[in-house]
């Protein structure tokens, strides 16, 4: 299992388009810092307009903290998708290429086979997620040195005394990784039914896409089913950045979190072993 496990690794990471999710990745960082450096003062006044009226805040305000939660906001919304260039891959990959069908000659279940899969695509979201963290925390630091973090909201604002930051950052992002485990186990799922990469992709895109706007509608009709929404969890990391942190409300969005992950993964097995392969 081991040896099958380091062949999809080899299998991901021998093809070219697996890196251009880290170059995305990397780009939008790049982007998000040198308008920070060339226009970060006047983003500031502008979004702390009320508060300076009432407030006199001073030191190192855009810090590498500040950038680095604003690079979250933005970019953990197209992770998706780069997370699902790969799962959507892994087994449609296979059919559209003939390799499937050959594959399960090996003496390894159908079941096995899909873990292993699975497994392999988890790998690459933590991957993922470390170079994001590099790229966007480790160099904004470099860049724009440390600081107490502002953590600005819709009605209010929470600053975060730099000592007691980084431990946030580490949960975030590994709140991140579970997050994207439960996008790649959709995309998974969604390429077990499929012969081409291209429809799991973006049929996950669009899946995402859709209850993303359910969750952040302000309509009481969609409040009863906003909880039960794997969009609406995937936020949670936001908490850590709150006072106090409401560990509660992270927790029970990291078990549905869980629970999507694992029932889309038994889904995924139940169709697959009795999928009839033709290809």
């Given at each position: 299992?081991?040896?099958?496990?380091?062949?999809?690794?080899?299998?991901?990471?021998?093809?070219?388009?697996?890196?251009?999710?880290?170059?995305?990745?990397?780009?939008i960082?790049?982007?998000?810092?040198?308008?920070?450096?060339?226009?970060?003062?006047?983003?500031?006044?502008?979004?702390?307009?009320?508060i300076?009226?009432?407030?006199?805040?001073?030191?190192?305000?855009?810090?590498?903290y500040?950038?680095?939660?604003?690079?979250l906001?933005?970019?953990l919304?197209?992770?998706?998708?780069l997370?699902?260039?790969?799962?959507g891959?892994?087994?449609?990959?296979?059919?559209?290429?003939?390799?499937?069908?050959?594959?399960?000659t090996?003496?390894?279940?159908?079941?096995k086979?899909?873990?292993v899969k699975?497994?392999?695509?988890?790998?690459?979201?933590?991957?993922?997620?470390?170079?994001?963290?590099?790229?966007?925390?480790?160099?904004?630091?470099?860049?724009?040195?440390?600081?107490?973090?502002?953590?600005?909201k819709?009605?209010?604002?929470?600053?975060?005394?730099?000592?007691?930051?980084?431990?946030?950052?580490?949960?975030?992002?590994?709140?991140?990784?579970?997050?994207?485990?439960?996008?790649?186990?959709?995309?998974?799922?969604?390429?077990?039914?499929?012969?081409?990469?291209?429809?799991?992709?973006?049929?996950?895109?669009?899946?995402?896409?859709?209850?993303?706007?359910?969750?952040?509608?302000?309509?009481?009709?969609f409040?009863?089913?906003?909880?039960?929404?794997?969009?609406?969890?995937?936020?949670?990391?936001?908490?850590?950045?709150?006072?106090?942190?409401?560990?509660?409300?992270?927790?029970?969005?990291?078990?549905?979190?869980?629970?999507?992950?694992?029932?889309?993964?038994?889904?995924?097995?139940?169709y697959f072993?009795?999928?009839?392969?033709?290809?």
């Open positions: 299992m081991i040896q099958l496990l380091r062949i999809e690794l080899y299998k991901i990471f021998k093809r070219p388009r697996t890196y251009i999710s880290f170059v995305i990745a990397a780009a960082t790049f982007v998000i810092q040198l308008a920070m450096i060339t226009d970060g003062k006047t983003f500031m006044n502008f979004a702390m307009q009320g300076n009226e009432q407030f006199e805040i001073q030191g190192n305000i855009i810090n590498g500040f950038v680095t939660h604003i690079i906001q933005s970019l919304v197209h992770i998706p998708l997370v699902a260039l790969v799962a891959d892994s087994l449609a990959g296979e059919a559209n290429q003939g390799t499937l069908r050959l594959l399960l090996k003496p390894i279940s159908r079941s086979l899909v873990f699975f497994l392999s695509s988890f790998i690459y979201t933590v991957i993922l997620i470390i170079w994001l963290a590099i790229v966007s925390l480790l160099l904004s630091i470099l860049i724009f040195g440390k600081g107490d973090m502002i953590n600005l819709s009605e209010t604002f929470i600053i975060i005394l730099k000592n007691d930051v980084l431990w946030r950052y580490m949960a975030a992002f590994a709140f991140a990784v579970l997050a994207m485990t439960t996008i790649a186990s959709m995309a998974m799922l969604l390429s077990a039914f499929a012969d081409n990469s291209i429809g799991p992709i973006i049929s996950t895109m669009g899946i995402v896409v859709v209850l993303a706007i359910l969750s952040n509608l302000e309509i009481p009709l409040n009863y089913i906003k909880p039960y929404l794997f969009t609406t969890h995937m936020i949670g990391w936001k908490g850590f950045f709150d006072d106090p942190v409401p560990l509660g409300a992270i927790g029970r969005s990291a078990m549905v979190l869980v629970c999507y992950t694992t029932g889309f993964i038994a889904c995924t097995i139940f072993n009795r999928k009839d392969i033709t290809s």
